[in-house]
């Protein structure tokens, strides 16, 4: 049975594709409306951030969903943030009785250091402002993969009693739907410190996969939704994109 999702939200529910961002897409490009949500039971060719394959079978959460927030494009990384914000708050509100959820810079969700979500957004962007958001958020619910080197699980496996993907969806929708408002309304820096609460690896070495790579100690975000980091020197850097490592995670 279809769940009943609150208002803005229009669910187009389906059993496998390719990816639910694609189909996000085309249906952006026929005009359909804000806040339509694209849900599949399993992903065929589910992708991650730079391009990587995303394990998507049968069992966990996969959804996108089309968004057309007035912003430029530099604000429109904030999403990420903003997602992960609420798809942790979700996990709270869902399953108390689950350890704390943190959010990892920039886009992913974990619980007692392994990672349970991950969120990817790509946009459309005409001249000097966003057309088109889609964000697609995959949640490991009853199963995971298990991949050398990561630590990766699932909440059923960290001790939720209540997974059933329709009541995770609905949660996800109030909550994604309420902080995309407050962003909207109030830009990030109204969401900074609750995000920062949640953010994982705060005083811990780190080193930022990027062009040259940073490492050093992880000191939180500013109010853009930048990372940043301290160095051996006593330098901070200001990283505006790359992957986050948390080197001191066995």
Partial sequence: MTPQ???????IDLDAVGSTNNEVFKLAAQDAKDWTVVRAREQLAGRGRQGKSFASPPGNSYTSFLMRPFCAPA?????ALVTGLAVAEAMGNLAPELPRAFCKWPNDV?????K?????????????SVETIVVGIGVNLTSHPDLPGL????????????????????????ALH????????????????DWSARAAGIGRR???????PVTGRLRGIDTH?????????????????GSLVLEDVA
Avoid: Y
């Fill in 5 to 11: 999702l609150p208002e803005p939200f229009h669910l």
């Fill in 75 to 79: 604000q429109a990384a904030q999403i």
């Fill in 110 to 114: 974990l619980i007692d250091d392994h």
């Fill in 116 to 128: 349970v979500a991950g969120i990817l957004v790509e946009s459309s962007i005409m001249k000097t």
């Fill in 151 to 174: 630590r990766i699980s699932d909440l059923q496996c960290l001790g939720a009693s209540n997974v059933d993907r329709d009541i995770w969806l609905q949660a996800l929708c109030v």
């Fill in 178 to 193: 309420r902080r995309i408002q407050q962003w909207e309304s109030e830009g990030f820096a109204a969401l900074h410190n």
């Fill in 206 to 212: 780190v080193t930022v996969q990027m062009s040259p």
């Fill in 225 to 241: 939704g930048h990372l940043l980091v301290d160095d051996q020197a006593g330098v901070t850097h200001r990283c505006v994109s």
